[in-house]
């Protein structure tokens, strides 16, 4: 059983892959209009109203500009990765299908470990899953130019957790065998640290 990979750690892989699953279809952005968005919004309302309305209908618009002001920053709308990243919610499903699959085949042999190359490729999966939503949390898409923003809600956060619990499940250590591994391991982390030999 020495150097087997620990079924703990495909368990945390597997509950992982199904976060980042779930997480594509929760909110990733919050929208929110700009300086920028509602003076051009107040600009295009103003010449509407020069062009077809009357003088009342001019200085009620004239009278909300205020009101518009107050709104940059307030978010008004959320959406999704499914949404939002045509390409990349795709790929994220695929990853989390996959490292599903890594983690729970080997999970379904039963026993308290699994072999060594069961669930190998999680390592894989998690990082690759990682740097993607790392890159879509960074390098946000920017749907109308400046007119809105775009700030991060919960769906990209849970997908960064999941990604990582892929990435950290994979990286679990193995199991060391029964019987004086314990000590072993204790005494190698020792020498390390102390740069000593223990005695035997």
């Not at 919050?30 to 920028?36: E, H, I, Q, R, Y």
């Not at 909300?64 to 709308?77: C, D, M, P, T, Y």
């Not at 390390?192 to 223990?198: A, D, E, I």
Request: with cysteine; glycine share 12%.
């Amino acid at each position: 059983m020495s150097g087997d990979r620990s079924r703990y750690g495909l368990t945390v892989s597997a509950l992982g892959a199904m976060l980042l699953a779930v997480s594509v279809f929760l909110p990733w952005y919050g929208l929110s209009f700009t300086a920028t968005g509602l003076a051009f919004v107040q600009q295009v309302a103003d010449h509407l109203a020069s062009q077809f309305g009357n003088a009342s209908l001019q200085s009620y618009i004239g009278a909300q500009h205020a009101g518009l002001s107050a709104l940059a920053g307030h978010e008004f709308a959320a959406v999704s990765a499914h949404q939002t990243l045509k390409n990349l919610n795709i790929v994220l499903l695929a990853l989390a299908f996959l490292a599903i699959l890594d983690a729970l085949i080997p999970l379904a042999s039963g026993g308290s470990s699994v072999p060594a190359g069961g669930g190998a490729a999680t390592v894989v999966l998690g990082a690759v899953a990682s740097v993607c939503v790392i890159y879509r949390m960074v390098r946000p898409p920017t749907p109308a130019g400046e007119l809105v923003a775009l700030s991060l809600r919960e769906g990209a956060w849970l997908a960064l957790l999941g990604s990582l619990a892929i990435l950290a499940g994979g990286l679990w250590p193995r199991m060391r065998g029964a019987g004086g591994s314990a000590q072993t391991t204790e005494e190698t982390i020792w020498s390390v640290l102390s740069g000593s030999t223990p005695q035997r």
